[in-house]
Each structure stands twice: as C-alpha cells, then as structure tokens.
C-alpha cells in the first residue's frame, strides 16, 4: 500500500499565524484527501485536492482559511490561515490504495496546537 | 455530511472483557468498511463487508453486516490492550448526505475504546 509522509508531526502555534503542513506519497496518486479531527472527535473531511485543478471543498471549510496545493501527483500541501485556538486538532492527509483494494490509506497526521 | 451514528461513544474495560460496537443507519449501504485509529497513527482499514447478513472474522474481531445494509457491529472478544484505539466505521455506496458521495470516505461518530490490564 501507498506510504504516506506528512509535516511536521506537531507544531504549537501562536494565534493568528498560519501553518502549512506538507504531505508527500510514494507513488502517483489522482486524489489527495485532507481530513480534521478535533480533540476526542472522528474525522472530518475538509477537502478533495485534484493535480491541475483547484481543490474540492466540504461543507463549512474555505479555501481562504484552508488553501491547498497539489503541484504534482504524489505531493499535497494544506494551509491553516489566521489560525485561532479552535483550530487545534489533527490534520491527516490520505490517498486510495493503488492496488484499487478500497482501502483509505493515512499519513500519521499533524497535530496541531494554537495558542 | 452528517455523520453515521456510532455507540458506544466511548467505552473502558479490563482486559478479557468482551465488547460489541455498533454502526447504525436509516439508509442502504452498498458496502461498509471497518478503522481502526491507534493514538498518533493515522485510521487503519480493519475489514469490507458488502454482503447483507455478511460476518468476517478477524481473530479476536467479527464483524457484521446488516441482513438490510443499513448498520454493522464489531464484537471483540476477549479484548486486550493492544485493542486500545478508535473505532470508525465508514459507509459507501448510499445517499450523499452520509456518504459524500463520489470517491471521498465519510466516518462514523466513532468509539474511543480503552482496555485497562
């Protein structure tokens, strides 16, 4: 299954500021996927990012506050802009399996904390 | 998206304890698959099940589909630390609301579950 490589692990931010967190696969993948996951919550979904086009988002995310890059088949990154305290959770990147398995594969996540 | 109700929500037990999770729905599922989170790790897939009534077993784990496709269960058996983790379920193949839609994975609530020695 694909090997997924996301920074950095953790990072303590002051309010305000942004964060960018990077996501690299070991192979060439079409869609990249960013999850949240609030402290003690499930994960969310916040965006499908497409190579060549701009990235799909859910319901109550934007792309002002979560910009996202793909410049290529196996990197990702995601932004969190003017962050706030209500910000702080776990951001994971994820791909499908190329062995089309159906399987969901995740990066370790980024727990982020803002202070 | 709303997300597909999972209980318990959260559930401690010692160890050898055995211990049922469910996944429920009012919709159709063409499929429903079974994560496992460890802390600090991303969710691991544990189990697909696509058939109505389907029962996988994954040593200690079985896992059941629904006979409608509208819920799932896992059962532990004789559970053990290393059990420890978040448990998500996640459907596809039913109504977008719950699903996405399209290629994305939605979750269930999830159950924090904590096996003590």
């Known amino acids: 299954s694909a090997v997924i490589s996301q920074k950095p692990s953790r990072d303590i931010c002051q309010r305000g500021t942004s964060l960018t967190i990077q996501c690299q696969v070991d192979?060439?993948?079409?869609?990249m996927f960013w999850y949240r996951q609030q402290p003690g919550q499930s994960l969310t979904l916040i965006a499908t990012?497409?190579?060549?086009?701009?990235?799909?988002?859910e319901s109550g995310f934007v792309i002002d506050k979560f910009p996202i890059s793909r410049p290529n088949l196996t990197f990702s990154t995601l932004t969190v802009s003017n962050m706030s305290p209500e910000d702080s959770s776990i951001y994971l990147c994820?791909?499908?399996?190329?062995?089309?398995?159906?399987?969901?594969?995740f990066g370790a996540g980024s727990r982020l904390t803002v202070l | 998206t709303q997300l597909l109700e999972q209980s318990p929500q959260f559930l401690s037990i010692q160890e050898g304890e055995n211990l049922t999770v469910y996944c429920n729905s009012s919709?159709?599922?063409?499929?429903l698959q079974w994560y496992r989170q460890e802390p600090g790790e991303g969710p691991v897939l544990l189990v697909t099940?696509?058939?109505?009534?389907e029962v996988k077993k994954l040593k200690r784990l079985t896992f059941q589909f629904g006979d409608a496709r509208k819920d799932s269960s896992l059962h532990i058996t004789a559970a053990q630390p290393g059990d420890t983790g978040l448990y998500l379920c996640?459907?596809?193949?039913?109504?977008?609301?719950?699903?996405?839609?399209?290629?994305?994975?939605?979750f269930g609530t999830g159950t924090q579950l904590k096996v003590e020695l």
């Open positions: 192979s060439q993948v079409t869609m």
């Open positions: 990012a497409n190579q060549g086009s701009e990235a799909t988002y």
């Open positions: 919709s159709v599922f063409s499929s």
């Open positions: 996640a459907p596809r193949g039913g109504p977008r609301r719950l699903t996405g839609g399209g290629n994305k994975l939605t």
């Open positions: 099940v696509v058939t109505g009534g």
């Open positions: 994820s791909v499908w399996d190329a062995t089309g398995a159906n399987v969901l594969t």
